[in-house]
Nanobody, 120 residues
Framework: QVQLVESGGGLVQAGGSLRLSCAAS???????MGWFRQAPGKEREFVAA????????YYKDSVKGRFTISRDNAKNTVYLQMINLKPEDTAVYYC??????????????WGQGTQVTVSS
């Protein structure tokens, strides 16, 4: 079992940057890790993921070139570096872990979320 705690959210102006962190307990290196987000009135959506076996990364089209997912197995932490943020990136961002899924939505374990607000 894995417990996940996100941090690093906040308020930033358009064009700014943030780095989200997700600290995990449990066998972190055994899990694929994903970032998802949910904006007000919208369904939760996939943002990025990193595969446990080879660190392959996957991104939602609208964040490619702006967001970077990475993981540090020694620190049991996954990161989401976000640059050139846009108001449409405003959402609650969730970290998730799953042994098998990479880009699917039904990850087994979820954090509590961290708010990212981008002002125009």
């Amino acid at each position: 079992q894995v417990q996940l705690v996100e941090s690093g959210g906040g308020l930033v102006q358009a064009g700014g940057s943030l780095r989200l962190s997700c600290a995990a307990s449990g066998p972190f290196s055994s899990y694929n890790m994903g970032w998802f987000r949910q904006a007000p009135g919208k369904e939760r959506e996939f943002v990025a993921a990193i595969r446990r076996t080879d660190d392959s990364t996957y991104y939602k089209d609208s964040v490619k070139g702006r967001f970077t997912i990475s993981r540090d197995n020694a620190k049991n932490t996954v990161y989401l570096q976000m640059i050139n943020l846009k108001p449409e990136d405003t959402a609650v961002y969730y970290c998730a872990a799953d042994r098998w899924l990479v880009t699917g939505m039904k990850y087994d374990y979820w954090g509590q979320g961290t708010q990212v607000t981008v002002s125009s």
